[in-house]
C-alpha cells in the first residue's frame, strides 16, 4: 500500500546576529532564504556536489551542470567572499559503471578470439541483433531479418521517425527518444551485418563499431556472471580512463577543481560502517540475500524525520523507484515496503564485492554520497548541489539515510541547509543523456570549435542557474553579441592605455559615474538574489552603452580605467576569463591584447603608418619628412626568436617606405603600401590596425568577428567578380556569334531544305513542296534580309571586300 505524502516539514532556518548577504532558491523550501552559513562567524561554507558517475565522456548537459555550480562556486567565494570547502565525488562503481566495464570486458575478449569476421562472429552478432530487437523494439516481427530491418522500422514507427509520439497524438517525449536510439543501434547493427565479409583490419574494426551496441548486452547475458568479479580492474580500467578525461574536460571549460574529491572505491570499509549505524538506529534491515534495505516506515514514525522532502509528489513514482535502485537490483519479497530503498546490495556473480557482516556486497547508489560527505563535512553541510533530474529518489534517499544516520531518537536532523538544483540543458527541446546517446561530447563541441569555454559559460550566465536553458539560434546570437560587447569595450580602453587622452576635461565624469555606481548597486541586488546572472549581466551591456554613448573626449581616462577594472573583475569573478586573478587590477580578458614580444614592433609600425598615411592624404611626403618619421623606431639587432616576425613586418615597411621615397613614387603608392601593411602583413600574424577618423588607428588581434566580417567581404568581392566575368564572356560569345553571322551572305541565309524556290535577292518564293510562301512570312524574312545584309557588307568591308 502506497505511503501518502506527508506535508512540507518546516525548514530550520540557520541563526545569525548579522544580516544575510544574500537570498538563495532552496530546493527544500522551494521558495528563497536568507543564506546564513553554519560557520558561527559566517565566513566558512561547507558544500557537497554531486560529481559524475564516470562510464562515458560528458556531454553538453554535463557541461550544463558543472559549468553552472562553478560559476555559483566563484561568485560566492569571489564576489560575497565566503571561505569554500568544496567536495565532489566521483561514482566509480555503481550498476551502469558494473554493466559498461563487464560488457567492455567482455568485447575486448570477443574481439581478441576473433580477430577477422568469420562466419561464428556473424552468427553471434545475429543472435544479438535479434535480442536487441526484440527487447527494445517491440513492433517489429520477432523473426525479423536484418536486409528487412529499414523497410519495416520505417513503417512501423514512422510516426516516431517522423518526430511524433509513438501514438501520433501526444507529445514526443523520452520514450519516443529511446526509440530513435534503439532504431539507430539496430539500424547500424543489419547495416553492419548487411556489408560484404571484411579481412583487412580496417574493415573488422568498422564491423565491430557497426554492431557494438547490440553485442555488449547480448555478451553480457551470455557470459557476465562468469567474469571474475573480484578482479576490480575490469572495471576501474573504465572508470580511470573516464575520470581523467572528465577532469580534463571540465579544465578545458575553466571549471575550478574541487578543495577534495572522493572516489566510492575509497569508502569500501567507512560506507559498511555508515550503513551499520543506519540498521543500529533502527531505520534499516538486513535480508537473507545479504542485502541492507533502509526502513522509510520506520523513519517517519520519528517525530521530524519526512521521507522525500525535495519532491513529494514522486514518492511513489515507481519508474523513479526503479531507476534509483539500478539496472542490476531484482526485486525482492523481503522488502517492507516497494518504497525501501537499498542501502547494501548484496554481490550476484560476476559483480565487485566489499566484505561486510552482511556478506559480499557492495554500496547502493545513494549511500555513496551520504558517507562521504559526512566523512568530510561532518554531521551538516551549508550546501549540498547537483542536477534537477537527482532530486529524487537520488538526494531525497540521501537526506532520509543521512539524518537517519545522524539522528538518536531525539527528534528529525537537519542534515543540508540549502539544496541548489540546476536545470536542464535542451537543444530543440530535447534533454541531452547518455542513456538516449542524444548528446554532443564537451569535447567534439570544443575541438569542432562549436563553443569555447567563454561563450559555452555566458550561455548559462544568461540562462538562469535553476531553471531550463534551451540552446537556440536567439540565445546564440544574444551570447554571441554579449561577448563581442565586452570584447570590443575592452579595445577600446587598451587604446586608450596607448593614446591616452591627456587634455580631456572630465566634462562627463559625473554622468558616467553615476551610471557605473547604479550598475554596481544593481548588479549586487542581483547577485544577492539568489544568483541572478541573467539580470547582472544585463546590467553591465547596460553601463557599457552609456560608456559608448558619452562623448569620451570630454571623459577623463580615470573613469574610463575604473570601469574597466570593475567590469573585468565581474567576468572574472564569473570565469570567463580563465585563471586570471579578478583582483589584480588587470584590464580586460584574454583575446583583447596583442603577444608581448609583439608590443615593440608593431606599436611602432602603427605610429609611422598612421604619420605616412596622414601626409600622403595631404599630399605633403619630403624626403626629410619620411626620414624624421622612420627614425623614431629602429629595431633592434637581436630579438627573442617569438619577435623575429614582428621585427621583419617593422623592417620591411620601413624599407619599402624608402625604396618609394628613392623613386619619388605618388602619394597612392604610399597608401596601397599602409593598406598592405594593415591587410597582409600584420593580418597573416593575427593582428589587426583598425583605422579611425582623427584618430590613431587602433592595434587589436584579429578574432573570430573580424575574420568572419573579412570572409563576407571576400565572399561579396568573389560573387561581384565571378558576375562580371560571366557577363564579360557572354558578350564575348554574343560578339563571336554575331562575327560568325555577319559571314553568311544575306543572299544565301535562305537557301535552305526548308524552300525551293528563291528570287534573285535570294528572298525565298515557295515553300518546300512548291507552294507560294505567305505574304506575312516573306514581309518578316525581308526585314530578317535587310539586317542581315547591313551586318554582312559592315564584315565584307573589315576583311576588304566588296
Not at 558517507?371 to 553541510?381: I, K, P, T
Request: aromatic fraction near 8%; charge should be negative.
Amino acid at each position: 500500500m502506497a505511503t501518502p505524502a506527508r506535508t512540507q516539514p518546516a525548514w530550520k532556518a540557520p541563526q545569525s546576529s548579522a544580516p544575510a548577504k544574500l537570498k538563495v532558491w532552496n530546493s527544500l523550501t522551494r521558495a528563497k532564504n536568507d543564506f546564513i552559513p553554519i560557520d558561527h562567524e559566517g565566513k566558512e561554507v561547507k558544500w557537497y556536489s554531486c560529481g559524475p558517475t564516470v562510464y562515458d565522456d560528458a556531454h553538453l548537459g554535463h557541461a550544463r551542470n558543472y559549468v553552472t555550480i562553478d560559476i555559483l562556486r566563484r561568485i560566492l567565494a569571489g564576489y560575497f567572499n565566503f571561505n569554500l570547502k568544496f567536495v565532489q565525488n566521483i561514482t566509480d562503481v555503481d550498476d551502469k559503471i558494473i554493466l559498461r566495464g563487464r560488457q567492455q570486458h567482455l568485447l575486448a575478449q570477443f574481439k581478441e578470439k576473433n580477430p577477422s569476421v568469420t562466419e561464428e562472429v556473424l552468427s553471434t552478432t545475429t543472435e544479438a541483433f535479434d535480442a536487441y530487437v526484440k527487447k527494445n523494439l517491440p513492433l517489429l516481427s520477432p523473426d525479423l531479418k536484418p536486409e528487412n530491418f529499414n523497410k519495416e522500422s520505417t513503417e512501423k514507427y514512422a510516426a516516431v521517425i517522423a518526430g511524433k509520439s509513438l501514438d501520433g497524438v501526444s507529445t514526443a517525449g523520452d520514450k519516443e527518444a529511446k526509440i530513435k536510439m534503439h532504431l539507430r543501434t539496430a539500424g547500424s547493427a543489419a547495416t553492419a551485418l548487411l556489408s560484404p565479409v571484411k579481412s583487412t583490419e580496417e574493415e573488422v574494426a568498422d564491423f565491430f563499431t557497426g554492431a557494438e551496441d547490440v553485442l555488449l548486452p547480448y555478451l553480457d547475458s551470455l557470459h557476465g556472471p562468469s567474469v571474475d568479479a573480484n578482479d576490480h580492474t575490469v572495471f576501474t580500467k573504465l572508470t580511470q580512463k573516464y575520470e581523467a578525461r572528465f577532469m580534463e574536460d571540465m579544465r578545458n571549460l575553466n571549471v575550478l577543481d574541487p578543495d577534495v574529491v572522493t572516489r566510492v572505491t575509497e569508502y569500501g570499509d567507512q560506507i559498511v560502517s555508515f550503513v551499520e549505524k543506519i540498521v543500529e538506529n533502527k531505520y534499516g534491515y538486513s535480508t537473507s540475500d545479504g542485502s541492507v534495505y533502509f526502513d522509510i516506515e520506520a523513519f517517519e514514525k520519528v517525530s521530524g524525520n519526512h521521507y522525500a522532502r525535495l519532491e513529494p509528489w514522486n514518492r511513489n513514482d515507481k519508474d523513479l523507484q526503479a531507476d534509483g535502485e539500478g539496472a542490476l537490483t531484482k526485486k525482492s519479497s523481503e522488502k517492507r515496503s516497494d518504497a525501501d530503498f537499498a542501502l547494501w546490495k548484496s554481490s550476484k556473480p560476476g559483480e565487485p564485492s566489499w566484505k561486510s557482516p552482511w556478506g559480499p556486497g557492495r554500496p547502493g547508489w545513494h549511500i555513496e554520497c551520504s558517507a562521504m560527505a559526512s566523512d568530510v563535512l561532518g554531521e551538516q553541510m551549508d550546501i549540498h548541489s547537483g542536477g534537477i533530474d537527482l532530486c529524487f529518489p537520488h538526494h531525497d534517499n540521501e537526506l532520509a539515510q543521512s539524518e537517519g544516520f545522524w539522528s538518536h531518537h531525539e527528534g528529525g536532523h537537519q542534515w543540508v541547509n540549502y539544496f541548489l538544483h540546476m536545470g536542464h540543458l535542451s537543444i530543440s527541446g530535447s534533454k541531452m543523456s547518455k542513456s538516449l546517446k542524444n548528446f554532443t561530447t564537451i569535447r567534439e563541441a570544443l575541438a569542432r570549435g562549436d563553443w569555447t569555454a567563454r561563450s559555452l559559460r555566458i550561455i548559462f550566465l544568461l540562462g538562469g542557474w535553476h531553471d531550463g536553458v534551451e540552446i537556440t539560434d536567439d540565445l546564440r546570437k544574444t551570447g554571441a553579441s554579449f561577448e563581442s560587447y565586452i570584447t570590443n569595450f575592452f579595445y577600446k580602453i587598451r587604446d586608450l592605455e596607448i593614446h591616452p587622452t591627456a587634455d580631456a576635461s572630465g566634462a562627463e565624469d559625473e554622468k558616467i559615474r553615476k551610471s557605473f555606481e547604479a550598475t554596481k548597486e544593481k548588479l549586487h541586488n542581483a547577485l544577492a538574489d539568489s544568483f541572478d546572472t541573467p539580470t547582472a549581466v544585463r546590467s553591465i551591456s547596460a553601463l557599457i552603452a552609456d560608456y559608448n554613448s558619452a562623448n569620451r573626449s570630454a571623459l577623463s581616462d580615470k573613469v574610463s580605467f575604473d570601469i574597466a577594472r570593475w567590469v573585468t573583475k565581474i567576468v572574472r569573478i564569473f570565469g570567463l576569463d580563465g585563471s586570471a586573478d579578478p583582483n589584480d587590477g588587470g584590464i580586460g580578458w584574454s583575446g583583447v591584447d596583442i603577444p608581448s614580444e609583439a608590443k615593440e614592433f608593431v606599436y611602432a609600425v602603427s605610429r609611422e603608418r598612421d604619420e605616412i598615411r596622414q601626409h600622403a592624404i595631404a599630399g605633403n611626403l619630403s624626403d626629410e619628412l619620411l626620414t624624421a618619421i622612420l627614425s623614431k623606431d629602429t629595431p633592434s639587432q637581436k630579438q627573442d626568436a617569438a619577435s623575429v616576425p614582428y621585427a621583419e613586418v617593422l623592417s620591411t615597411f620601413q624599407g619599402d617606405v624608402k625604396s618609394l621615397a628613392e623613386k619619388k613614387a605618388p602619394a597612392k603608392e604610399f597608401l596601397a603600401l599602409c593598406d598592405r601593411l594593415r591587410d597582409l602583413d600584420l593580418w597573416d600574424l593575427g593582428i589587426y590596425l583598425e583605422d579611425r577618423e582623427n584618430a590613431p588607428a587602433m592595434v587589436r588581434p584579429v578574432d573570430a568577428e573580424l575574420r568572419s566580417a573579412r570572409e563576407q567581404k571576400e565572399a561579396i568581392a568573389l560573387q561581384k567578380r565571378e558576375a562580371k566575368e560571366k557577363r564579360e564572356k557572354d558578350e564575348f560569345e554574343k560578339k563571336a556569334k554575331l562575327a560568325e553571322q555577319a559571314k553568311i551572305s544575306h543572299k544565301d541565309m535562305f537557301k535552305t531544305a526548308e524552300f525551293s524556290s528563291w528570287n534573285e535577292d535570294g528572298l525565298p518564293t515557295k515553300d518546300a513542296a512548291g507552294a507560294d510562301v505567305p505574304k506575312s512570312r516573306t514581309k518578316k524574312m525581308a526585314k530578317e534580309w535587310e539586317k542581315q545584309k547591313k551586318l554582312h557588307e559592315q564584315y565584307l568591308k573589315g576583311v576588304g571586300g566588296s
